[in-house]
């Protein structure tokens, strides 16, 4: 069984792929996994959540059977993280729909602002254990 927090991200966004490598950094225990949104494990595992499906402009947190998005996803990541990171979860002390419509303006602009890739980014090799596909 698998046991580890999962994100999944758009493989193609490089906001989305510097929040991986981020993470990565900042998360010295390895307690995370990732796979790209476009992935066929993505794509296995998020089928049986139907309210996953159809969000490419969001990471997905899978952590003990349940699916987090948008501005939850990103506040729970925070909390697991080295550092003061973790002092962002308090945050959510503040509405669902107010972060939620921050990420969401973040989200719809991330290419123009950010720019995208043309092909998923490929974790080095010695980051290829903390990817499931």
Known sequence: MHTHPTLFFDGFCNLCTASVQFIIRHDPKRQFRFASLQST????????????TGRPD???LWEDGAIYSRSEAALRVAKRLSGAWPLLYGLRIAPAGVRDAI??????NRYRWFGKK???WVPTAALQQLFLE
């Open 58 to 60: 969001s990471f997905l």
């Open 118 to 120: 043309k092909d998923c």
């Open 103 to 108: 990420y969401n303006l973040v989200a719809r």
């Open 41 to 52: 494990t993505a794509k296995t595992i998020l089928d049986q959540y139907p309210s996953a």
